[in-house]
């Protein structure tokens, strides 16, 4: 919520901190969202893409490796990075925290 | 596409066709909310100051009816005349009435919202009044006869080549001038001429205090003062809840309208208003138009608090790769979205759904509407009124039926699975608007459900 004049926290981030050997990098927008809404993935089909590929970018741009978030947004992330053949890979939360 | 099917999604669909364009739009307006974070973070009690302008809102709004009364007492007593307007119509009306009774054919404007929502500008036309829109930006798309696409950018969608093209076709500067320098300048003079001829001026009110019957009108570009000081007749309108209760809280509001709105501290000018001088008329009209009714909507009657600062536009994900006309409304965006709905259920049903609801709008707003809280809940309304989309009912119903009965749901899965892994060509067609710019998700090994049982030992 980084609108917000608070301190910053995130839980997810917290979790992914007590995971050894991976490195969380920054990103432009820390959290705009993704685009992927649920029915708003194809009912504003172009808009929901257009999100989804500027949050692909962001990450891309970052030197980032493994994409992960905690709800279905992955599923629609993946979609785009394997559309342009991208070696990005994208996990959800639940599957780095189980390793 | 005539206006009545305008929808967001064959809008921002069209939008979305020129990628570059919606990157610039998108880069535009993420720079504001980057200077607005500046701004904001620099006050280390913003939150404080977002909650303390909530509740005064909050307390104006349970008070409405003695609030008005009471500007109207001490305005009047100041040498102010007031008039009520019901709705659109009636506003419009007792404007061109005041017009008519003076003998006025040109009039000029500074920036109000509340005449774009009572389309004051068109109905004056055909009874054939001039209006010149005093503030730069709406001076523009007012050339370009466009509706503005921002409340507070009006013409942000317009690059300043596109802009310098409309000045060489309306005001004589060379073609393909696009000197920021050499534009305004010409703006300046330009509208120089309309401020020193017009007799009579309207100008909005972005707060009126009850408790002394002033109203103040904040510009960057000091065109409410121009037009209001050298007009025999000065009109401002404003909608009844634009009230503030006393003129110690103006401050509270003063600190957070620009910082929103701009990333600026403060306007350029925060001119208030409270008697006429010798020999000038000031005239407000107050505005109900639809305000009444979401008054009485419990769930929604917090939008009434906005201060029209635009933030939760230039925040929003959706509006800045849709743009504000996509939205088909004076009022776009997040905020509008929850207004809009209010006048015309059916015309701005598609609104609420054109967002993601990422609660964005809801942090950066200066007064804590819970924006994303109230366009949830409109589309429960919109759907029970019945002025949802077809397909998509149709879409939820059968959604409905598949995840309330967990056998659908497995099912459902098993047959999903099975035609992406074996007949990928069923799903992977153009008539799958997922499959439009995404691949489908790689079918699993097993579905979850059956990795958990068998991991924890229950199979």
Same mark, same amino acid.
């Given at each position: 919520?980084?609108? =917000?004049?608070?301190?910053?926290?995130?839980?997810p @981030?917290? @979790?992914?901190?007590?995971?050894?050997?991976?490195?969380?990098?920054?990103?432009?927008?820390?959290?705009?969202c993704?685009?992927?809404?649920?029915?708003?993935?194809v009912a504003?089909e172009?808009?929901?893409?257009?999100?989804?590929?500027?949050?692909?970018?962001?990450?891309?741009?970052?030197?980032v490796?493994?994409?992960?978030?905690?709800?279905?947004?992955?599923?629609h992330?993946?979609?785009?990075?394997?559309?342009?053949g991208?070696?990005v890979?994208? @996990?959800?939360i639940?599957?780095? =925290?189980?390793? | 596409m005539s206006?009545n099917?305008?929808?967001?999604?064959?809008?921002s #669909?069209?939008?979305? &066709?020129?990628?570059?364009?919606?990157?610039?739009? #998108?880069?535009?307006?993420?720079?504001? +909310?980057?200077?607005?974070?500046k701004?904001?973070?620099?006050?280390?009690?913003?939150?404080l100051?977002r909650?303390t302008a909530?509740?005064?809102?909050n307390?104006?709004?349970s008070?409405?009816?003695?609030? !008005?009364?009471?500007?109207?007492?001490?305005?009047?007593?100041?040498?102010i005349?007031?008039?009520?307007? $019901?709705d659109? *119509?009636?506003?419009n009306?007792i404007?061109?009435?005041l017009?008519?009774?003076?003998?006025?054919?040109?009039?000029v404007?500074s920036k109000?919202?509340?005449?774009?929502?009572?389309?004051?500008?068109e109905?004056l036309?055909s009874q054939?009044? &001039?209006?010149?829109d005093s503030?730069?930006?709406?001076?523009i798309?007012?050339?370009?006869e466009?509706?503005?696409?921002?409340?507070?950018?009006p013409?942000?969608h317009?690059?300043?080549?596109?802009?310098g093209e409309?000045?060489?076709?309306?005001l004589?500067?060379?073609a393909?001038m696009?000197?920021?320098?050499v534009?305004?300048e010409?703006?300046?003079?330009?509208?120089?001429?309309?401020f !020193?001829? +017009?007799?009579?001026a309207l100008?909005?009110?972005?707060?009126a205090?009850?408790?002394? /019957?002033?109203?103040?009108?904040?510009?960057?570009?000091?065109? *409410?003062?121009?037009g $209001?000081?050298?007009?025999?007749?000065h009109?401002?309108?404003?909608?009844?809840?634009?009230?503030?209760?006393?003129?110690?809280?103006?401050?509270?509001?003063?600190?957070?309208l620009?910082?929103?709105?701009t /990333?600026?501290?403060?306007?350029?000018?925060?001119?208030?208003f409270?008697?006429?001088?010798?020999g000038?008329?000031?005239?407000i009209?107050l505005?109900?138009?639809?305000?009444?009714?979401?008054?009485?909507?419990a769930?929604?009657?917090n939008?009434?608090?906005?201060?029209?600062?635009?933030?939760?536009?230039?925040?929003?994900p959706?509006?800045?790769?849709? /743009?504000g006309?996509?939205?088909?409304?004076?009022k776009?965006?997040?905020?509008?979205?929850i207004?809009?709905?209010?006048?015309?259920?059916?015309?701005?049903?598609d !609104?609420p759904? *054109?967002?993601?609801l990422?609660?964005?709008?809801?942090?950066?707003c200066?007064v804590?509407?819970?924006i994303?809280?109230?366009?949830?809940?409109?589309?429960?309304?919109?759907v029970?009124?019945?002025?949802a989309?077809?397909?998509?009912t149709?879409?939820? +119903?059968?959604?409905n039926?598949?995840l309330?009965?967990?056998?659908?749901?497995r099912l459902?899965g098993?047959? /999903?699975?099975?035609f992406?892994?074996?007949?990928?060509?069923?799903?992977?067609?153009?008539?799958?608007?997922?499959?439009?710019?995404?691949?489908?998700p790689?079918p699993?090994?097993q579905?979850f459900?059956?990795?958990?049982?068998?991991r924890h030992?229950?199979?």
């Open positions: 919520m980084s609108e =917000l004049v608070e301190p910053f926290f995130s839980k @981030l917290q @979790l992914l901190n007590m995971v050894k050997d991976i490195q969380i990098m920054d990103l432009e927008r820390p959290d705009e993704c685009g992927f809404g649920g029915t708003f993935c504003e172009a808009v929901s893409a257009k999100m989804g590929k500027d949050r692909v970018d962001d990450h891309v741009k970052n030197g490796e493994y994409i992960t978030s905690a709800d279905m947004s992955c599923l992330m993946e979609g785009i990075l394997k559309r342009r991208s070696s890979k994208v @996990l959800h639940a599957g780095i =925290l189980n390793t | 206006a099917t305008a929808n967001h999604v064959e809008l #669909d069209i939008f979305n &066709e020129d990628e570059q364009r919606v990157n610039w739009h #998108d880069e535009t307006l993420w720079w504001i +909310r980057a200077k607005r974070d701004a904001a973070f620099k006050i280390p009690e913003w939150e100051l909650d909530s509740q005064i809102k307390n104006v709004l008070d409405l009816h003695n609030y !008005l009364i009471e500007f109207e007492t001490k305005a009047k007593s100041n040498g005349i007031i008039h009520w307007a $019901a659109a *119509a009636e506003h009306k404007i061109y009435s017009l008519l009774r003076k003998g006025v054919k040109q009039m404007k109000s919202m509340l005449t774009e929502e009572c389309h004051l500008n109905y036309a054939g009044i &001039e209006v010149i503030d730069l930006g709406e001076r798309v007012q050339l370009a466009e509706p503005p696409s921002h409340i507070v950018l013409c942000i317009k690059k300043k080549e596109e802009i409309i000045f060489h076709k309306h004589g500067t060379e393909g696009s000197d920021l320098q534009l305004t010409t703006a300046r003079i330009h509208l120089r001429e309309t !020193l001829n +017009r007799k009579l100008t909005g009110v972005n707060f205090i009850a408790e002394t /019957g002033e109203f103040v009108v904040c510009t960057n570009e000091g065109n *409410a003062d121009m $209001a000081h050298l007009a025999e007749i009109i401002a309108n404003m909608g009844i809840e634009k009230l503030v209760p006393n003129k110690k809280q103006l401050g509270v509001f003063l600190r957070l620009t910082r929103s709105a /990333g600026q501290p403060i306007t350029t000018y925060s001119s208030h409270k008697k006429p001088r010798k000038q008329e000031v005239h009209v505005v109900d138009n639809g305000r009444s009714v979401q008054l009485g909507r769930d929604f009657r939008s009434l608090k906005c201060i029209r600062c635009g933030a939760c536009m230039y925040t929003c959706v509006y800045r790769r849709s /743009g006309h996509s939205y088909h409304n004076a776009s965006g997040p905020i509008g979205a207004l809009a709905p209010n006048l015309d259920m059916k015309k701005y049903a !609104l759904f *054109a967002c993601i990422c609660g964005s709008c809801t942090h950066v200066p804590k509407i819970d994303h809280d109230q366009l949830y809940k409109w589309r429960q309304v919109i029970k009124e019945g002025y989309d077809a397909t998509k149709v879409g939820m +119903r059968l959604m039926l598949v309330s009965s967990p056998k659908m749901y459902a098993k047959i /999903g699975r099975w992406i892994q074996y007949i990928p060509s069923a799903v992977n067609t153009k008539y799958n608007l997922w499959f439009k710019h995404r691949e489908m790689a699993p090994k579905p459900r059956d990795w958990y049982k068998k030992c229950l199979i």
